[in-house]
């Protein structure tokens, strides 16, 4: 079966050719007025107006704890333009949504306010530092009033110097080289431009980042310290430090005893925090997440 087929049998809604989108649980939850993902409590982002799409399905790292079916190659021959990229996003999430209207459990302010959505999560699967317009999607975005975080594996630093979306998140998924190539299992060693890209970070000091750990337990969840040393090289805004959920395509690679308890989560994250000079801000235990930021305190997008 093709990746797009995988795809399609988890859920994803393809845009264009190579994008995705995937409303995510707590979008359905927060129409629900019956809970909101951890990024409400850090950073106020309302989940039910959040898009969670990807302008590139293919990725360069084949991540032991990914969700997604990341063994399948994936090629591009041409790349869509930004704007039908944004419009397709923004017509499948209406669509999606539109589906709320006539159920009883619906909060109707949330239902109307979910058909205008604010943010878009540039997130969902493969890297989207891959796509060659990802500064003109952000824009795109942008000019419809609505904020922006991109997620990326850092291996190409040369992107990460040049978007500015509202939050730039990267995710740091091994202490050091040798945990990195096996945790990340890349398509070829890109360890020195994650840590460039750690540099790069830290040279944009007006550009609110964040660097995302996922803990898991007997691969990469060693070292606090070790991680502390690549913070304070990247000297992000925040950092996230979470326990990896052994759900879809992970389940194949890894066992369940990999997941690591909030309690296990907040110890881990105390050591990174002491050790690299920043301080606990928030913890959400239904999704085992920390925040850390320098002074303790979170900041909403806005
Ligand atoms: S970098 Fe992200 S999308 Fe790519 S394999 Fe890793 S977790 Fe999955």
Redesign the pocket.
Known sequence: MSLIDLLKKQGYHIIGTHGAIKPCLWLNRSIKASGSCYKASFYGISSHRCVQMTPCIA?N???L??W?P?EEPFSIESWDRPELIVEQSLAEQKRFVSGYGGTGATDRQAWKEALMPKHAAISL???PTLYPYLDELIAQYRDRDMSTFVVT?GTRPGVVARISPSQLYM?LDAPDHETYLKA?NPVSDLWDRVNESLEVLRSRPGQRSALRLTLVKGLNMIDPEGYARLVKKAQPDYVEVKAYMHLGYSRYRLPREAMPSHAEVLAFARKVADAAGYRPAMDVELSRVALLSKDGSARPIG
């Open positions: 990725c790292q084949r991540c704890h990914c997604r990341v699967v493969g890297e594996n995710s990340c």
